[in-house]
């Protein structure tokens, strides 16, 4: 199973980026992304995740309405879109994959309930 993470970079405050999780060695369908992000001396949080389906979306309250995750029709790339960021959005931002039931319905907000996990990608913003 592998995860390919991407889109990071360094923006102002106030701008917009979009990675990219790419997903393979997993039956499509199958399972939940969830993207978390971890900045230095903290511990990796929830961002934001997607079922399978593509239907149930979750965010942590500080992204709500700022952050967009999505998944493609073949559902092997999941996106996630950041608009008005801002400097305490800066971390390695990392996506993982869980297939367990029932979470590839409803995605845990827990890092440690993800068992695949891509390579980070940083984001940093300037204020």
């Known amino acids: 199973v592998q995860l390919q993470a991407s889109g990071g970079g360094l923006v102002q405050a106030g701008g917009s980026l979009r990675l990219s999780c790419a997903v393979s060695g997993l039956t499509a369908r199958s399972y939940a992304v969830g993207w978390f992000r971890q900045a230095p001396g903290k511990e990796r949080e929830f961002v934001a995740a997607?079922?399978?389906?593509?239907?149930?979306?979750y965010y942590e309250d500080s992204v709500e309405g700022r952050f967009t995750v999505s998944r493609d029709k073949a559902k092997i790339i999941v996106d996630l879109g950041m608009n008005g960021l801002k400097a305490e959005d800066t971390a390695d931002y990392y996506c993982g994959a869980d297939r367990r039931h029932p979470a590839v319905f409803i995605p845990s907000r827990s890092a440690s309930d993800y068992p695949y996990w891509g390579q980070g990608t940083q984001i940093t913003v300037s204020s």
């Open positions: 997607i079922g399978w389906s593509g239907v149930g979306k």
